[in-house]
């Protein structure tokens, strides 16, 4: 069972293609911390980008991939990972969101980028606190 971690900055689409906007969402998490597939998939990449380490997941059975951002890799290019598998681990901030450390999590639909919170379950996203109703007799 996960527990969703605090967003940081969440999903600002762009009004147009190279437009301004966040194309992921922030999510804060300590340096050094695990960072999971969502689903599972190969590996697509797994290196460094403009100076951060990223990993890139191509999710089976589907046209979409995820990445994370700024990750140390423990897989490989051509891996196939499953859901919840560690695929590397948060690095130092100073990278991405500042002097706190977080992971940026993309998905793409081919070009397109979408709100990668669409991946979880709704249990996880639920916001604000749970309501207890009556049961009927």
Known sequence: ???????????EPPATVYGPGHRGVD??????????????????????????????VALAGTDLRT???PVRPSVEKGDEVSA??????????GSHCGTAPCVHWGLLRGETYLDP?????????????????????
């Open 67 to 69: 990445t994370y951002e």
């Open 1 to 11: 069972m996960g527990v969703r971690p605090p967003v940081l900055r969440g999903w």
């Open 27 to 56: 999510l804060a998490a300590p340096a050094g911390a695990p960072v999971r597939a969502v689903a599972a998939g190969r590996v697509l990449f797994a290196g460094r980008v403009a100076g951060r380490g990223v990993v890139s």
């Open 117 to 137: 919170l669409s991946l979880l379950p709704p249990w996880l996203l639920a916001r604000g606190p749970s309501r207890l109703l009556p049961v009927p007799a």
């Open 84 to 93: 919840g598998e560690v695929v590397g681990s948060v690095e130092a901030p």
